[in-house]
């Protein structure tokens, strides 16, 4: 069966600190990979997506980016997080021409 | 961009009781989802309708479709404590992103 894995699970840090935020996913591959960021009591903005390795699709411009280096592997990244930055971030993944996402358990990021 | 819009936004019933909320979207799609969130946690999947179905059931869940007026609801029957949580619709529009709407609280009283 297939699982998706995201961590750490919580992360308090200072403005203008580095971010990195990883996700993996077993059991399938060649998944479509997603980011997401949630702002308290809100829908999810989808902010990267990915269809294979080394691509990666943008969709809101901002201080982060995406990176897929292996075929089960993303990473959401900051050079300099802001206080906007806070949130809960979600990985999902899903198998190309698949039915629904699949998210992990989420990363709740505080930038003080 | 946002594309789903449920409503309402918050939902109060009784055990027991039924539970329903409407999605409403703006461009043609090739499937619309519905997803769950308990606090703090990864959403769940629940149901996934094409756009050529009108209706589709999955245990307690009972969701519809129309699409001349864009619109989906999701019924949820004979409530639990357990289905208190954030319901969420998608659009997928053959482009591999989704986009949700802002959600349904749903709280059921016991």
């Known amino acids: 069966s297939q699982t998706i894995h995201q961590w750490p699970a919580t992360l308090v840090q200072p403005v203008g600190s580095p971010l990195s935020l990883e996700c993996t996913v077993e059991?399938?591959?060649?998944?479509?990979l997603y980011w997401y960021r949630q702002a308290a009591g809100r829908g999810l903005q989808l902010l990267f997506y990915s269809v294979g390795i080394g691509q990666i699709s943008s969709e809101v411009p901002q201080n982060l980016s995406a990176s897929r280096p292996q075929d089960r592997q993303f990473i959401l990244s900051s050079k300099k997080l802001l206080l906007s930055d806070s949130g809960f971030y979600l990985c999902a993944w899903t198998s190309p021409g698949g039915d629904g996402q699949y998210f992990g358990p989420g990363t709740r990021l505080t930038v003080l | 961009s946002q594309q789903g819009e449920e409503d309402p936004q918050a939902l109060s019933i009784q055990e027991g009781e039924n539970a329903t909320m409407n999605c409403s979207y703006k461009t043609s799609i090739n499937n619309l989802q519905w997803y769950r969130q308990n606090s703090g946690r990864g959403l769940v999947h629940l149901i996934l309708?094409?756009?050529?179905?009108r209706e589709k059931h999955s245990g307690r869940l009972r969701v519809t479709l129309d699409t001349s007026k864009k619109s989906s609801s999701l019924l949820i029957t004979a409530s639990r404590a357990a289905d208190t949580a954030s319901y969420f619709c998608?659009?997928?529009?053959?482009?591999?992103?989704?986009?949700f709407g802002a959600g349904t609280t749903v709280t059921v009283r016991a």
């Open positions: 309708i094409r756009s050529n179905e």
């Open positions: 059991g399938t591959s060649n998944p479509n």
């Open positions: 998608a659009t997928d529009a053959h482009d591999y992103k989704l986009s």
